[in-house]
């Protein structure tokens, strides 16, 4: 399960405080370690002084948390977060939403979207605006059968066992499909979940003319958590989101999880 050992992207602004809040929960549930790392470009000692700072505020904001605070040199800020993950053997990178997004929804900046095509650990983000309950309710997986898909059915069930919450299947129909094809595919997915780990998943069919409607179609409570596994155009072990994730994404009222391809 990841949360073993979390990275927060952090950033002296609304993004960064979410982002810390998140990351800061997911260790609570899961007793893993927590650092806090900001990243600034090289030859800036400006900026490298404001990266001090910036964590010296998070410090402040986390009190006597137990975390590691790191700040790291790099040419950009997900370049920078993708390497340090690697080197301090992370397992989740979360960060915050960009700024100018829509309250409640998660915005792309450069930062997640370099994570989202190249993080070679799973990735986090938070809506803008977020604040994590205190506990997780329930972990829904974005399905679409397919290899990456069925993988992560598995490895999402095992989490939802270990975290003692539900799992939910949810498999998009956008009125472009076969929907006797998709409540098949999606009750195949509910099978491979009881086989594996013995969870009852629940499963549902969100629908809509577009992916937005489809994702506001289906309810989404308070400690609610999106899993989508990665395109089978990503490298081994590495993050890529296609084209209709990127949409789940953006329409996301809770926090997504990215998986990278071949994680376990």
């Known amino acids: 399960m990841i949360g073993a050992h979390v990275i927060v992207g952090y950033t002296g602004d609304a993004g960064g405080r979410d982002a810390l809040a998140l990351g800061t929960a997911i260790t609570q549930v899961t007793g893993g370690e927590l650092t806090v790392a900001t990243i ?16 010296a505020h998070a410090a402040g904001e986390l009190g006597e948390r137990p975390a590691e605070y790191m700040a790291f040199e790099s040419r950009g800020a997900g370049r920078g977060l993708a390497v340090l993950a690697s080197r301090i053997k992370a397992d989740l990178i979360v960060v915050g939403s960009a700024d100018g997004g829509q309250h409640g929804r998660i915005a792309i900046g450069s930062t997640s979207d370099h994570l989202l095509h190249l993080s070679p650990e799973a990735v986090m983000l938070a809506p803008a605006g977020y604040r994590p309950p205190a506990e997780p309710t329930r972990l829904t997986l974005a399905y679409v059968h397919r290899p990456q898909c069925d993988e992560a059915v598995e490895l999402v069930a095992q989490a939802a066992l270990r975290l003692g919450v539900p799992l939910r299947l949810i498999t998009l129909d956008l009125r472009t499909d076969d929907a006797g094809r998709l409540r098949d595919d999606l009750a195949l997915a509910v099978r491979l979940a009881w086989e594996g780990t013995g969870i009852e998943a629940e499963a549902e069919i969100a629908e809509g003319y577009d992916v937005a409607a489809a994702i506001g179609a289906v309810e989404w409570p308070p400690g609610d958590l999106l899993v989508c596994a990665s395109s089978e155009d990503a490298q081994a072990h590495r993050v890529f989101l296609g084209e209709l994730a990127m949409k789940v994404l953006r329409a996301s009222v809770c926090p997504v999880a990215v998986l990278p391809r071949g994680f376990n």
Do not use: D
């Open 40 to 55: 600034y470009p090289p030859g800036s000692p400006g900026q490298a002084v404001e990266a001090q700072a910036n964590l």
